[in-house]
Every structure is written in structure tokens, then in C-alpha cells.
């Protein structure tokens, strides 16, 4: 690949409230779906990086944990992740969605969220997402307020599920890179190892097969990925949760339900890697995980 004198390449952070759609976004930009996805808000734990490639430019994506108020050790780590990201971007790319006009006061709070994560003033591309849900007559007064309350370096309305002003946004991200050679080959599309991958599409399972405390209190160990030159690969991985009674949820009667995640989780990774795949799948109890923090630097947080 010849590198022409013009050629741009940077790193942009992904960050927003929970569910406002980056990790949907993030997908559609790379037209690859890398990062997990689920209607539940905090999907998102670690940072995933996406590198999106073209002939002029090389974004490379950091998609972030939803900004809250950390609550407990696992919140706290998954903001620091965050913090760290933005520290180390070119610029950002601030989202937000059709709730803006739907809950009083929350434009003003957006803005408050956005300066205090963005304390070194970094160029900033204001995305609003979900604009199929909203009514045209109220999007113009969100952009209005935006544009005349902080310096963005654009703003730009899109809809992540459908594509609307998916090529627009592209365009203003390239505005923000600095001139510089590509930091990574033209064909890769993140520099996460396997395991990491295979973790997220089985916690992703998990987050869509379950309801009330279960995604949250779950987290998922790779224990031995061994690439076979002849047969499947094979996977072993642990489900960690909290409490026995979330252990016999998850295994379900029968270890139906367990079997049903590790089925769904196989077809993602097998997609992924576009190889076979042997999943096996257990279940363990780490009493309150998510408050322990040598469980945590072991879990990668």
C-alpha cells in the first residue's frame, strides 16, 4: 500500500451515556460487527478497538463503557478505561440520541458530562444518534442549542441502526486526524487477540438470554483457546458469576440454558474467526466479583 504525502490517521474515542448506540455505530462505521451489542444499557465493559481503513485515512476506534456514576470496583475500572481512552485520542466522537428532547434538562446535562470528561479540549464531533425516532420539526432546535453551546468540530445526525449519515460522519472524523502514516496494516480490523473476542460474544449470549441481575453480575475467563491444525479449534470457558442461584439460572434445568448460550456464542465465534470451533462451557461462583479488586486485575479490569 503506497502512502500518499495526505494521508490521515488517528485515534478517536467512542463516549456517551449507556444505550445510546455506540457499539451499534462503531459496527456500522467498520461494516464489520466487532463490538457486542444489546438493548441493555453498560453492554460495553472494556474498550474495543476498531480500525477503519481507506484509501485517504486510518480511524482507529476506541468504543467505551456508557459514562455513570461508578457504584462499586468493576464501574470503577470500566471508567478508568474510559478516562484513559480519551486521554489518549486525537478526538472524540461525542454521542448522544432522541432522549435529548424527550427528558427536560438533559441537553444541559449532556454538555455538563462532556466537559468534564473532555478536560484537555479535544476536537469534538458531536453525533446524534437515533434520528429515525425523531419528529424533524425538534431536531433542528437540538442541534441549535448544541452548535451555539460548545466549540464541536461538527455535528451530525445519524441513525447507527439504518446507516443515515454514516458517510457524512466518516467526513468530519477525517477533519480531526492529523497527518500521519497508518498505524496498523490496511486488512486489520483490531488488534484484540481471539480470546478477548470470543469472551465478549459469550458474555454478549448472556446479556441477550437473561433478564434482571444476571448479565450484570457475569463476567466471562477464557481458560484455553488451542488453534488444532486438523479438527475445531477448542474453547473452555468459565462464566463467573455472584451467587449460587444465579450459577442455576444460567445452567438452567438440564443445563438447557447454558447449552443454549454456548450454541448461539459458537455460531458468533466460528463467524468471527471463519473456522470451526469445539465451546465448552462452565460455570463458577466468585462471591461480589465485581467488588474484589485482585478478581478484577485477574478478569483484565
Not at 464489520?32 to 453492554?43: G, K, N
Not at 451530525?156 to 477533519?175: F, I, W
Request: a positive charge; one cysteine or more; charged letters at 30%.
Amino acid at each position: 500500500m503506497s502512502i500518499a504525502p495526505d494521508f490521515k490517521a488517528g485515534y478517536i474515542t467512542i463516549v456517551g451515556k449507556p444505550n445510546v448506540g455506540k457499539s451499534t455505530l462503531m459496527n456500522r462505521l467498520l461494516n464489520f460487527r466487532l463490538s457486542i451489542t444489546s438493548p441493555r444499557p453498560q453492554t460495553t465493559r472494556k474498550s474495543v478497538m476498531g480500525i477503519l481503513t481507506e484509501k485517504d485515512c486510518q480511524i482507529v476506534f476506541n468504543d467505551t463503557a456508557g459514562l455513570l456514576e461508578p457504584r462499586y470496583k468493576l464501574q470503577k475500572a470500566m471508567m478508568r478505561s474510559m478516562e484513559n481512552a480519551v486521554n489518549d485520542a486525537d478526538g472524540l466522537m461525542f454521542m448522544t440520541d432522541d432522549h435529548t428532547v424527550k427528558i427536560p434538562g438533559r441537553m444541559e446535562h449532556t454538555l455538563e458530562t462532556l466537559q468534564a470528561v473532555n478536560r484537555q479540549k479535544k476536537p469534538t464531533v458531536l453525533v446524534i444518534n437515533k434520528v429515525d425516532l425523531f419528529q424533524k420539526e425538534k431536531l433542528l432546535p437540538v442541534i441549535d442549542f448544541f452548535a451555539k453551546e460548545y466549540p464541536f468540530a461538527a455535528i451530525v445526525p445519524v441513525s447507527a441502526l439504518k446507516g443515515d449519515g454514516v458517510e457524512e460522519l466518516k467526513s468530519e472524523l477525517k477533519k480531526v486526524l492529523p497527518f500521519h502514516p497508518p498505524f496498523y496494516d490496511p486488512d486489520t480490523i483490531t488488534d484484540h487477540p481471539e480470546r478477548f473476542l470470543a469472551a465478549e460474544l459469550i458474555r454478549e449470549q448472556v446479556f441477550l438470554q437473561f433478564q434482571m441481575e444476571i448479565p450484570y453480575s457475569s463476567e466471562v475467563q477464557i481458560e484455553e483457546f488451542a488453534e488444532r491444525e486438523h479438527g475445531k479449534d477448542y474453547i473452555s470457558a468459565t462464566i463467573i458469576v455472584e451467587r449460587e442461584s444465579q450459577k442455576g439460572i444460567l445452567i438452567g434445568k438440564k443445563g438447557t440454558a447454558l447449552k443454549s448460550v454456548g450454541e448461539r456464542a459458537r455460531k458468533r465465534i466460528e463467524e468471527l474467526l471463519g473456522r470451526s470451533v469445539f465451546l465448552e462451557l462452565r460455570v463458577k461462583v466468585r462471591k461480589s466479583w465485581r467488588k474484589n479488586e485482585q478478581i478484577l486485575k485477574r478478569l483484565g479490569y
